[in-house]
């Protein structure tokens, strides 16, 4: 697709950022890598970017978000084990 109206996502001082999902308010989630290459997760709500570290985690991934701003994801913890996980993000 050509057409069509593009709006370029980038989470502040990230060395990449990916959208994984978008409710029906168009609030967006996703994961962006630092300059170290560490995965975080991050929210875009009313041009506000959040960040996201699941507390005591290697990294934190966000798949999606539902119409309650609740996100899904999986982090990582200190024994290098994945689990998944359901939040909600504040400020």
């Known amino acids: 697709m050509s057409n069509g109206v593009w709006t370029q996502l980038d989470v502040p001082g990230a060395a990449q ?26 929210v875009l709500a009313h041009g506000v970017y959040i960040t996201v570290d699941v507390p005591g985690s290697t990294f934190t991934g966000i798949f999606n ?20 996980f359901i939040g909600t993000p504040t400020h």
């Open 65 to 84: 978000i539902n119409a309650e701003g609740e996100i899904v994801g999986a982090y990582g913890d200190t024994n290098g084990v994945q689990h998944g």
């Open 17 to 42: 950022t990916v959208a994984q999902g978008i409710n029906d308010a168009g609030v967006v989630a996703g994961v962006y890598f630092d300059s170290d290459l560490n995965q975080h997760g991050w």
